[in-house]
T-cell receptor
Framework: KNQVEQSPQSLIILEGKNCTLQ??????????LRWYKQDTGRGPVSLTI?????NTKSNGRYTATLDADTKQSSLHITASQLSDSASYIC?????????????FGGGTRVLVKP | DSGVTQTPKHLITATGQRVTLRCSPR?????VYWYQQSLDQGLQFLIQ???????AKGNILERFSAQQFPDLHSELNLSSLELGDSALYFC????????????FGNGTRLTVT
């Protein structure tokens, strides 16, 4: 069964500090992995999309890594800001043969404190 | 702004009633997806349409139905509402199928009393 597990479920960090969120998946056959940021009460917004051949991708202070061999991804937030307080969702897409089905992780809720 | 428009933003209704949620996808996007997000829960996929036809079905209840119209907007109909249907309902769109990036609207918050 395709699954996406995220850890931790939640974390609190001080403004200016860095943090790393984890995503482990069992989706197969793999097509791509996406990270979304979801502010409370708003729709998710795409941060990064990585395919099998990409092992790192950045979007401003957000850097995602992908290890397709171990089926793990991480999202690193550098120099956190109060506006980074949100839920971060890892989404893995199966390939076309599997209908490009998307499997969503449960998200990591990040709270940045001043 | 994702370009995906959902209306209404908020909806309060009573148990047993029926409501319709509307979604206008981004210009040029052919696929529309509906998701349900209950309080502090992850996104649950309900259904996908591509160019007017149902493409994939997720955990959608029989009391729920959806359609995509020729102008590509979509409606999600929820009937015989129960308290447990209270949730945020998100619409997303993409150019093609789910191999292309999804763009989410800001959701409709449904409260069933």
């Amino acid at each position: 069964k395709n699954q996406v597990e995220q850890s931790p479920q939640s974390l609190i960090i001080l403004e200016g500090k860095n943090c790393t969120l984890q995503c482990n998946y069992t989706v197969s056959p793999f097509s791509n992995l996406r990270w979304y940021k979801q502010d409370t009460g708003r729709g998710p917004v795409s941060l990064t999309i990585m395919t099998f051949s990409e092992n790192t991708k950045s979007n401003g202070r957000y850097t995602a890594t992908l290890d397709a061999d171990t089926k793990q991804s991480s999202l690193h937030i550098t120099a956190s800001q109060l506006s980074d307080s949100a839920s971060y969702i890892c989404v893995v897409s199966a390939d076309r043969a599997a209908g490009n089905k998307l499997t969503f992780g449960g998200g990591t809720r990040v709270l940045v404190k001043p | 702004d994702s370009g995906v428009t959902q209306t209404p933003k908020h909806l309060i209704t009573a148990t047993g009633q029926r409501v319709t949620l509307r979604c206008s996808p981004r210009s040029g996007d052919l696929s529309v997806y509906w998701y349900q997000q209950s309080l502090d829960q992850g996104l649950q996929f309900l259904i996908q349409y591509y160019n007017g036809e149902e493409r994939a079905k997720g955990n959608i209840l029989e009391r729920f139905s959806a359609q995509q119209f020729p102008d590509l907007h979509s409606e999600l109909n929820l009937s015989s509402l129960e308290l447990g249907d209270s949730a945020l309902y998100f619409c997303a769109s993409s150019v093609r199928g789910s191999d292309s990036p999804l763009h989410f609207g800001n959701g409709t918050r449904l409260t069933v009393t």
